[in-house]
Each structure stands twice: as C-alpha cells, then as structure tokens.
C-alpha cells in the first residue's frame, strides 16, 4: 500500500467511525422524544358470570419515558365503549366513577386491578371466550396512540 492508499484508508475508516456515532446518537435522541411510548402490560379483561354486557380490563400501563404522558381516551373494536373508571369505597359502600384522563409520570406506572382503577368495557361486539385476545387503544393527550393486548379470562369466584 502506497502512501496516499493509506492515507484515503485511515480516512475512509474514520469516517465509517463517525457516521456509527452519529446513528448511535440519533436513536437515543429517538427514545427519549416522541417516539417513546407507554407500554401495556400484563392486560386480560375479567368476563363476567352469565351474560352480562359489561366486563372490566386490568393491567399496567407503563412510561419508560423521561416525559409524562396523560391517558385521555381508551377504545375497542371489540367493544361499543370503553371508560376509565376508579372503584372506592365510600361510606363503606363500593361506588366506581369515571376517571376523566390517567397521568402517568416519567418513569411511572398506572396499575389497574380489582377493587381500584379498571377499564370499564361495554358491549362486546361478540361473545368473548376465555383465551382469546382483545386489542384496546388508548390516546393519549399529545395525540399519540398506543395499543394494548388483553388476555380475556374467567372471573375467579
Ligand atoms: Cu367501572
């Protein structure tokens, strides 16, 4: 290899260097922008004993992100609606009420389960087996959507 071979390689490879760099520095400036979404967790939607057209999804919303993010809708094509609810006990007596939007701080997490947050779903648009899987949406307020599988199980008496 000649002098000037050489030099072109060392510069050639320098820049192989740089352009790696720079495409490793772009997809972390990716995951903590916009692309970073929630994740859904551990879903499953608990039928109800006999027919009833109302059924209620659990699971963990989760924000590996730097940024909050706040829930503000959740739908289904399964299902004709589906709300955000919270279950407390007032005055000793169990009352669930709508929870407008979900905030969900950097790095946090929204738990739902029996007896506290739930995902209130109405009206299957067909009768659900244990097993089967449904997908849910939920957007958020920056617009963004993310969607969720849930695992659709007995109720355990
Ligand atoms: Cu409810």
């Known amino acids: 290899m000649n002098a000037h071979a050489h030099r ?30 929630p994740v ?20 963990r919303i989760e924000n590996r992100c730097g940024m909050p993010a706040t829930v503000v809708r959740a739908s289904s094509p399964s299902f004709a609606s589906v709300e955000l609810h919270e279950t407390k006990l007032i005055d000793g007596v169990s009352r669930m ?6 905030r969900l701080e ?7 389960k029996p007896g506290g947050l739930h995902l209130m779903l109405m009206k299957p648009s067909a009768p659900l087996n244990p ?7 939920f957007e958020l307020a920056d617009g ?9 199980r007995k109720a355990v008496p």
């Not at 967790?41 to 109800?48: G, H, I, S, T």
């Open 144 to 152: 963004g959507k993310v969607l969720g599988e849930f695992e659709v």
């Open 8 to 37: 072109l390689a060392c510069r050639l490879a320098a820049i192989v260097v740089l352009a790696t760099a720079a495409a490793v520095v772009s997809s972390a400036a990716l995951a903590t922008g916009k692309s970073c979404m």
């Open 106 to 112: 950097p790095n946090g997490a929204a738990v739902l």
């Open 131 to 137: 097993g089967s899987r449904v997908v849910l949406q």
């Open 40 to 59: 859904v967790r551990d879903a499953w939607v608990r039928l109800p004993p006999g027919n009833m057209p109302m059924m209620a999804g659990f699971g």
């Open 97 to 102: 009420r709508p929870v407008p939007e979900l």
